[in-house]
């Protein structure tokens, strides 16, 4: 499916231009502002960060708004993320590629992520006075992001968590990578909390559904979100599946407002994929690819019409220099 997709934006990048709408001046003058300003540098323009959401095995649609990004030369320089947002910015920042990140949407579904969530049943959690482990999900993060430090990544990243004792939301952006993001994605009333220093943490994204605020503290001038939807309107399986869509539920009310603090949002429609759904994470990618590839142009005219006066001032500067 994601070949076809392909197939499709490559098609459309070089139809003839007899077949598409006429260039006009403004097309071509946009073109090259574009240029420019992608192929600049920071404080030339201004920097870019890009926050994405949370939402369980729908964020995934992450990964399709990344390979539109890399495909059009978006600049990124700053990269937040909660819960699932926080695996794959976490991921993205330490310098995996677009196509290793493809590879943890199937390596999710190998490695049986959705267990961790779907075999938890009712019964199970009354009999018992524990909190259940996350073992498929802790595995993963600590085979790829252990070791791994934020000041050595490739580019800066923050994710956020909740303090489960006060409430307070938790800003990682130093330290361990690998617990921060454990945290920042661990789910509250099921799986026990991070005991990090003083603190005991719980997925962020109660508190912080889109960590806009942290890519702008990180140094960002814009804020491009990424934010997973569904329509999903299926009854809850087991007692797991009704906590985490009331989780859900909440992550949406916050989004709403925290989305108006964004440059730009991509919404990518993942149709009826519930949180827990991992074995169905590429349909999740696709989705995002289809959505970034759609909103693309007008991602590129906001960026731009927010970037006109430090352009302005970077060729003024360039005429000044040329006359000297």
Request: a neutral charge; one cysteine or more.
């Amino acid at each position: 499916m994601r070949f076809l997709i392909k197939i499709l934006i490559l098609a459309l990048s070089v139809m003839p231009a007899s077949l598409l709408a006429q260039e006009t001046d403004d097309d071509v003058l946009r073109d090259a502002l574009w240029t420019r300003l992608a192929s600049s540098k920071p404080p030339n323009r201004p920097s870019v960060g890009l926050a994405l959401s949370g939402g369980g095995a729908r964020g995934f649609a992450h990964t399709g708004v990344l390979e539109a990004l890399e495909y059009a030369g978006f600049p990124v320089d700053y990269v937040s993320g909660t819960s699932i947002g926080a695996v794959i910015g976490a991921l993205y920042a330490s310098g995996s590629t677009v196509p290793e990140l493809w590879k943890f949407g199937r390596d999710a579904r190998e490695l049986k992520l959705a267990k961790d969530f779907k075999s938890i049943k009712l019964l199970g959690l009354l009999m018992t006075d524990r909190l259940i482990t996350p073992t498929y999900t802790n595995r993963f993060i600590e085979e790829r992001l252990g070791g791994l430090t934020f000041e050595n990544l490739k580019k800066p990243f923050a994710c956020s968590a909740m303090d489960l004792r006060t409430g307070e939301k938790i800003v990682f952006t130093e330290g361990p990578l690998a617990i921060a993001v454990r945290a920042s994605s661990n789910l509250p009333g099921i799986f026990p909390p991070v005991h990090y220093r003083h603190r005991y943490l719980v997925d962020g994204g109660v508190v912080d559904f889109i960590p806009i605020e942290e890519a702008k503290q990180l140094g960002a001038d814009w804020v491009l979100a990424s934010v997973a939807r569904t329509a999903s309107r299926r009854q809850p399986e087991n007692v797991l599946m009704s906590l985490l869509q009331v989780i859900d539920i909440r992550g949406s009310l916050l989004a709403l407002s925290a989305e108006k603090e964004a440059g730009f949002v991509i919404k990518p429609e993942v149709g009826d994929l519930t949180v827990a759904d991992f074995e169905r994470c590429e349909e999740a990618g696709e989705a995002g690819l289809l959505e970034a590839t759609r909103r693309l142009d007008s991602a590129r005219e906001s960026l731009l019409i927010y970037s006109a006066p430090r352009l302005a001032e970077s060729l003024a500067g360039a005429a000044t220099g040329l006359k000297k």
